[in-house]
Each structure stands twice: as structure tokens, then as C-alpha cells.
């Protein structure tokens, strides 16, 4: 028999399920921002299933690096923007 592979969101679903314990421990404060970065994660889950990688939490991962670094760039561009402004005056 064939072994059955599970979509990519079900396996993100899983791994969030394998984080719990983690989530508890943490400060209550602390617990959004775990929560957000799976809701990144869930951002790329088409490009997840394309992945298929022998280790899903490295899509996870990459799928919220991704993110930062989306985040990352778009504040940067507004500091420079900010200090281009200051620097005009």
C-alpha cells in the first residue's frame, strides 16, 4: 500500500497542534506573537505544497522568514524615506 500524504495545510494544522505545550509555557504576552508567525506560515501554504520537503516545520520556517523579511524591507523604505524628508529641511 501507498503512503498517504497529507495536505500541506493539514500538516501545518499538525505542527501548530506539536507547538502547544510550547504556547502554554510562555508568557501570555508572548503567546500573539507564536500565533502570528503560524498565521504567516499560512500565508504561503501553496507554496508549501509545492516544497515537499522531508521535514515540513523548514517550509514553516522559510514561509515565515519570507514574511519578515517583507516587513523588513517595507520599514526600511519608509526610514529612508523619513530621514530623506529630514534631511531636505
Known sequence: MGRT??????VLDQEVQEW???RRGLRREDQQFLDRLFEEARLHVQAGVYASR?????TILVS??????????????????????????
Open 54 to 58: 522531508p521535514w515540513p516545520f523548514e
Open 5 to 10: 500524504i497529507l495536505p500541506f495545510s493539514q
Open 64 to 89: 515565515i522568514l519570507i514574511e519578515h523579511e517583507k516587513a523588513l524591507v517595507e520599514l526600511r523604505s519608509k526610514l529612508r524615506a523619513i530621514e530623506e524628508k529630514e534631511g531636505s529641511r
Open 20 to 22: 502547544r505545550k510550547f
